[in-house]
């Protein structure tokens, strides 16, 4: 596709009551998207869109230039990819209302990598945290792209996780993928994380595009539709992360759910998915398994010298008290602290509080 259509296509995005479903119409029925920007009220009515919705597009396009909004896109390296094109991600073309333009920062991975979508509540529990830390470390280190959100509490927590276990993760935002626009604003790090380690941001949306509650559901869609299959850490019943596990069933994916307390709130929606029939995950080798991910385990850390070694080597996924990690390294006291320290901070080792630590996967 020519630069002047892909500059086309992304000036009738900024016209917003079109969406992905019209923006399909006018595909369908021009053979360019220039010739739909154009187009008249009784030929924009021909191609399907409503009468006061194709007199409005015409009264405001001329507010819109095209050339303009692209060199924006370039000045802020954001680029643009149309449902026509053979670089569109497969099997996002394959659901029933695929975005007609993507914009994205960074690179899209690999297509023929398996992809997981992963999702959760915004308020996640220290169970969920450390849930989706355990589950996503392993996954990541074999070649899975890890899809979410950006947003608070288990997206964050996934993409973190996969940023440290220095696998490739990819966001779908509800707002512009410009810096400004991100949301939640607190997370423009992570953002900056993940497309300076080979992953991706991901909109719908033009840049500028604020991040309006609507817009949620509809991203939503995107995380399910890019992905083999979903997986739900923490949610209540109302959770939108039940949308995106509704999506990804409609479009034939795997949804995998992991269960929680039945006394928890949190633990209601995966559980509910799991009476369901979703797939329970109890460990990282229950979504192997199941979409045969060969690619071996990348070493996630490997100790720099023996006294790392030493108190790496006494960790595991049960706890340990730091008097028992100076029992069993027969090291001192402060060493130890030392080096713990500085393991928590190379994100290898997790403090439960009380003296006690794990390790991470």
Known sequence: M???????????TMFRPFGAVRLA?????????EQAFHASTNQ?????????????FIQERTHID??????QLINHDVQVITLKEERYPPLLKEIYDPPAVLFIRGSLPDPGKKYLAVVGSRKASTYGQRVTEDLITPIARAGVVIVSGLAYGIDASAHDATLRAQGCT???????????SIYPSRHRALASGIVSSGGALISEFPPGTPPLKQHFPIRNRVIAGLCHGTLVIEATLKSGSLITARSALESNREVYAVPGPIYSPLSEGPNNLIKTGAIPVTCPEDIFGIQNVSTPLKPLYQPTNEKEAAVFSHLSSQPIHLDELVRSTVLPTQTVISTITLLEIKGVVRHEGG???????
Do not use: C
């Open 44 to 56: 924009l009515q021909e191609a399907g869109i409503e009468p006061e919705l194709a007199n409005r």
């Open 25 to 33: 119409k006018l595909m369908h029925r021009f053979p360019t998207m």
């Open 2 to 12: 020519n630069k002047d259509d892909r500059m086309y296509w992304v000036a009738l």
């Open 66 to 71: 095209p050339e303009t909004l692209f060199q």
């Open 355 to 361: 003296y006690f630590y794990t390790r991470i996967s």
């Open 170 to 180: 990819v966001a779908v935002l509800g707002s512009g993928v410009d810096q400004d």
